[in-house]
C-alpha cells in the first residue's frame, strides 16, 4: 500500500501532469458550470465535472486579488461571477458579497455580536453561506445561532430568526458552527434546540417562518443532506448524538443511529456523505467511520465500522466515482490524507505531506488540496495511488486553514483569518 514520507513539499509526476494538461479540453466541453453556491458544492459532494488547470509553479497559481478580513472558519461560497464570504471585526459580523472577478465589493451586510469562544480558537462565524440560485438570496448563520436572509445583488435584509432568543438556547463552549441545507423551499438547519422538541427544524426559505420541528437532540457542526433513495426521499442530519433519519416534507423521524465521541471537547463536526443507498458518517478522532445502508422500507443496516480508516474531525468528505477522499485526525502519527472506497471502507491509498489536516475538493480529475499550514497542492484522482500535479513551495495562507476552498467559473477561492484571495486556475486555451 503506498505511504508517502512527508517532506518540505512533493514534487509532480510528470505522466500525471501530462494527462491532467490533455484533459482540460475535454473539461471544458461539460455542463455550464455550476458555481459554488454551498458548503461542499452544488450537490454536497465538493466534487464538480468543472473545468480548470490544476498545474501551476511552486509559486502557485497567479493572484486575481485578494482582501484583508477578520476572524471566522466559514467558507467562501460563489455563484454567477460574484463571491460571498463571512467573517468577524471586532464585536462585528460582516457578511460580504465581491464581483469573482475582479474583487470589487458590492456589498456588506452588518450586525453586531458578541459571541466568545472559551478556549483557543476563533470567535466566529463558523458557519459558511448559502447561496439560494432562483431566488438570489443568501442565507448565514450567526456566531450566537441567528439565521438571517439578504438579496444576493444588494445586500438587502430579508428575514432573521433569532433562534436563541426564541429557544432560550445557552452559549455553547465554541460558535454555532451548522450550516443549513435548502431542500426547495425548505432550509432545513440543525438547530439543537432539544430542549424545545426543536433539534432540528425546517423553515420556509422565503420568510423564515417554521414548518417543523423534530428531535430532542443538541446541535453538532454539521449541515443537514437531503437525498432521494429507493425513489423516497429521506433527511439525513449528524446532531451531537448520531445521524438521524426523517422524512424532509413532514420531520417525521425514520429512526437515528448513535454515534458520538465520549471525549471532552470533542464533537460531530463532518456532515453525512451519501452515494446510492449508502450514507457515511464520521467522527474523529475516536469512534471513527460507519456506512449505513437504507432499504426500501426506510429502515437501515450497518454495512461496515472503521475507527480508523477514516477518522477526520472537521474536514470535507470528497466523493468521486465511489471514492472517498479525505484527511485523517491528527492523531495516528499524523494526519494524512486517504482514499477509501465508500461501499466496503478498504483503504485504497494514503498519502503523508505537510498538508496535515487539509479541505479540499475535485474538479474534474483533480482533487485540489488546501493544507492546514496553507500550502496549496493538486493531485490526480485516482484510485490506485496518490500522484502530485502541483505543490506550493511555500504557504499560499495563513496558519491555520479551516475554511473549505469553493472554486467558480476557474477561479479558485481560498480564506483564512487574515485573507480572502482569488487565485486563476482557469483551463488553458487550446493552441
Known amino acids: 500500500m503506498p505511504l508517502v514520507e512527508p517532506t518540505v513539499v512533493d514534487q509532480p509526476d510528470t505522466d500525471a501532469v501530462t494527462a491532467a494538461r490533455a484533459n482540460q479540453s475535454t473539461?471544458?466541453?461539460?455542463?455550464?458550470?455550476?458555481?459554488?453556491?454551498?458548503?461542499?458544492?452544488?450537490?454536497?459532494?465538493?466534487?464538480?465535472?468543472?473545468?480548470?488547470?490544476?498545474?501551476?509553479?511552486?509559486?502557485?497559481?497567479?493572484?486575481?486579488?485578494?482582501?484583508?478580513?477578520?476572524?471566522?472558519?466559514?467558507?467562501?461560497?460563489?455563484?454567477?461571477?460574484?463571491?460571498?464570504?463571512?467573517?468577524?471585526?471586532?464585536?462585528?459580523?460582516?457578511?460580504?458579497?465581491?464581483?469573482?472577478?475582479?474583487?470589487?465589493?458590492?456589498?456588506?451586510?452588518?450586525?453586531?455580536?458578541?459571541?466568545?469562544?472559551?478556549?483557543?480558537?476563533?470567535?466566529?462565524?463558523?458557519?459558511?453561506?448559502?447561496?439560494?440560485?432562483?431566488?438570489?438570496?443568501?442565507?448565514?448563520?450567526?456566531?450566537?445561532?441567528?439565521?438571517?436572509?439578504?438579496?444576493?445583488?444588494?445586500?438587502?435584509?430579508?428575514?432573521?430568526?433569532?433562534?436563541?432568543?426564541?429557544?432560550?438556547?445557552?452559549?455553547?463552549?465554541?460558535?454555532?458552527?451548522?450550516?443549513?441545507?435548502?431542500?426547495?423551499?425548505?432550509?432545513?438547519?440543525?438547530?439543537?434546540?432539544?430542549?424545545?422538541?426543536?433539534?432540528?427544524?425546517?423553515?420556509?426559505?422565503?420568510?423564515?417562518?417554521?414548518?417543523?420541528?423534530?428531535?430532542?437532540?443538541g446541535a453538532a457542526y454539521c449541515s443537514p443532506l437531503v437525498a432521494k433513495i429507493h425513489d423516497q426521499r429521506f433527511l439525513f442530519v449528524f446532531t451531537d448524538r448520531g445521524l438521524v433519519c426523517l422524512d424532509p416534507d413532514t420531520g417525521i423521524k425514520d429512526w437515528e443511529y448513535p454515534h458520538f465521541s465520549r471525549a471532552p471537547l470533542s464533537y460531530n463536526a463532518v456532515s453525512p456523505l451519501v452515494f446510492q443507498d449508502k450514507v457515511l458518517i464520521v467522527t474523529g478522532p475516536g469512534p471513527g467511520a460507519v456506512c449505513v445502508q437504507i432499504k426500501q422500507d426506510r429502515t437501515f443496516e450497518e454495512v461496515w465500522k472503521n475507527r480508523r480508516v477514516i477518522n477526520c474531525q472537521y474536514n470535507t468528505l470528497m466523493l468521486r466515482d465511489g471514492l472517498v477522499y479525505s484527511f485523517t485526525s491528527a492523531g495516528q502519527g499524523g494526519a494524512e490524507l486517504r482514499c477509501v472506497e465508500f461501499a466496503t471502507g478498504k483503504l485504497r491509498w494514503r498519502y503523508h505531506s505537510v498538508l496535515r489536516r487539509g479541505q479540499g475538493l475535485i474538479a474534474g480529475d483533480a482533487l485540489l488540496l488546501l493544507g492546514e499550514r496553507g500550502h496549496l497542492a493538486s493531485l490526480a484522482c485516482t484510485p490506485d495511488e496518490p500522484r502530485v500535479l502541483s505543490f506550493t513551495q511555500e504557504p499560499l495562507m495563513s496558519d491555520p486553514c479551516y475554511c473549505s476552498p469553493a472554486l467558480s467559473n476557474g477561479i479558485l477561492f481560498l480564506k483564512d483569518e487574515e485573507r480572502v484571495v482569488a487565485l486563476d486556475v482557469r483551463p488553458l486555451a487550446e493552441p
Open 27 to 217: 473539461l471544458s466541453d461539460t455542463e455550464e458550470d455550476q458555481g459554488w453556491p454551498a458548503l461542499f458544492g452544488p450537490d454536497r459532494t465538493s466534487s464538480v465535472d468543472a473545468a480548470w488547470n490544476p498545474i501551476w509553479s511552486s509559486n502557485g497559481p497567479k493572484v486575481l486579488w485578494e482582501t484583508e478580513v477578520g476572524t471566522g472558519y466559514g467558507s467562501p461560497v460563489a455563484l454567477g461571477g460574484l463571491v460571498v464570504f463571512s467573517h468577524r471585526l471586532a464585536d462585528e459580523e460582516i457578511v460580504q458579497c465581491h464581483d469573482a472577478l475582479t474583487g470589487t465589493k458590492i456589498w456588506d451586510y452588518r450586525h453586531s455580536t458578541s459571541v466568545k469562544c472559551e478556549f483557543e480558537y476563533s470567535d466566529g462565524p463558523y458557519s459558511t453561506p448559502l447561496i439560494e440560485p432562483d431566488r438570489r438570496r443568501v442565507f448565514v448563520v450567526s456566531g450566537e445561532g441567528r439565521l438571517s436572509c439578504v438579496e444576493l445583488d444588494t445586500g438587502e435584509h430579508v428575514w432573521t430568526r433569532d433562534f436563541p432568543t426564541e429557544y432560550e438556547l445557552e452559549p455553547g463552549e465554541f460558535p454555532v458552527g451548522a450550516t443549513p441545507f435548502l431542500d426547495g423551499n425548505r432550509l432545513i438547519h440543525n438547530l439543537g434546540a432539544g430542549e424545545k422538541g426543536a433539534g432540528i427544524v425546517a423553515l420556509d426559505a422565503e420568510n423564515g417562518a417554521t414548518l417543523w420541528e423534530a428531535t430532542d437532540h
